[in-house]
């Protein structure tokens, strides 16, 4: 049962993923629907492992050495590419410097997009953002979760980090992370409530509960779609519907964990891949992130009038496939050089 069910939160993952690369190429509505599990679903999977047996100062630790040696890694590669872009490009190599230190700020700043009220004129870090997002988020769970101030302290923090956030942003998605503290928290109850269930401990109480927290973001999740179709945009707390935003969330990540149990029992093959995407979304991600700063999202909207569903599947195998290629690179090397960074899964 726990196997089947550690599967099925990697296919969730999984799909998740694929949803990140296809908000880069959808239509506007498209995205509305996208966004509202892609990154979250993360965040809550996160949460709902996250462990409380180690001592806090060894967990963080732990969280450091798993997300920020591949966030650095990866922001290094990409200012490499920079570099060599610049110098393909015709700069002399003091030219090329010039982008390149750039992304040295970008990648010190750590930002997703440019905010509202950014502290430093520098470029967006890209995908990797999520990387620190996800370690503030946990930090601020694991502490308060042992504290006296508990659950409030998480809100309290999620309210910081939004509404700090309409004055000035801070490095490293310090306030993304603080307001998806939220997923992650959420991730946290519910594995404490299914570990309550197991125990044959008010059963009958948690499933009335589930139940009514499915039909009340059920709710909040159908009116975020009637809204404006303007895209949630986690990386800089862009939330345009507010708490319906907010809140509407959790209905479709619940949605997306409950199919993957379902492709496990009902599609195989496209479970094995999709369990393959989710166990290696880390290593996929940093290849996702030098992927678009090689080739910018805007060459795919000019390149196509308007991308259809045929060429958004040819994208996408294209780039899976690379993906993938980097992943089996990547467990070559661990093979043969012992532990790389991140090989610490969420689930543990």
């Given amino acids: 049962m726990d196997a089947k069910r ?4 990697d296919i969730a993952k999984g799909i998740a993923f694929i949803g990140v690369v296809w908000g880069h190429f959808l239509s506007p509505y ?13 965040f809550v999977v996160s949460g709902f492992f996250l462990s409380t047996k180690k001592p806090v100062r060894e967990y963080i630790l732990s969280k ?22 610049g110098l393909m490009a015709g700069m002399d190599p003091q030219e090329a410097m010039g982008p ?28 990797i953002w999520f990387l620190p997002a996800l ?23 999620v309210a910081l980090g939004y509404y700090s956030s309409l004055y000035i942003w801070l490095p490293m998605e310090i306030q993304a992370g ?10 946290y109850i519910v594995r404490r409530i299914t570990e309550a269930v197991k125990k044959d401990k008010t059963t009958v109480q948690n499933t009335m509960i589930c139940l009514g927290v499915f039909i009340i973001t059920l709710v909040v999740w159908l009116l975020y779609l009637r809204g404006e179709k303007e895209s949630i945009l986690f990386c800089i707390n862009q939330y345009p519907r507010g708490l319906v935003d907010y809140f509407g969330s959790p209905f479709a990540i619940f949605t997306v964990i409950l199919c993957s ?20 979304s880390l290593v996929m991600l940093c290849a996702h992130a030098v992927d678009t700063m090689m080739i910018s999202w805007s060459f795919y909207f000019e390149a196509f009038d308007e991308i259809t569903w ?33 090989d610490k899964s969420d689930q543990k």
Avoid: W
């Avoid at 450091?64 to 872009?85: D, E, N, R």
């Avoid at 603080?178 to 991730?187: C, P, T, W």
């Fill in 261 to 280: 149990i379902l492709i496990i029992s009902h599609i195989p093959v496209v479970s094995t891949y999709l369990s393959f995407i989710g166990k290696n």
């Fill in 310 to 342: 045929r060429e958004l599947l040819l994208l996408t195998a294209i780039k899976f496939a690379i993906y993938s290629v980097v992943v089996l690179i990547y467990n070559l090397l661990h093979q043969h050089l012992g532990k790389l960074p991140g």
């Fill in 178 to 187: 603080a307001v998806m503290s939220g997923y992650a928290a959420i991730g």
């Fill in 6 to 9: 550690n599967t099925g939160f």
């Fill in 30 to 42: 498209g995205t509305v629907i996208i966004y509202t599990f892609n990154l979250p679903l993360f």
């Fill in 100 to 127: 390149a230190m750039e992304r040295t700020g970008a990648l010190l700043y750590g930002t997703g997009l440019i905010p509202t009220h950014p502290m430093f004129d520098v470029p967006f870090v890209g995908p």
């Fill in 64 to 85: 450091v050495k798993q997300l920020f040696p591949p966030y650095f890694i990866t922001g290094a590669i990409m200012i490499v590419m920079v570099y060599i872009q």
């Fill in 135 to 157: 370690f503030f988020a946990l930090l601020i769970v694991r502490v308060c979760i042992i504290s006296p101030v508990g659950y409030l302290g998480i809100a309290v923090c």
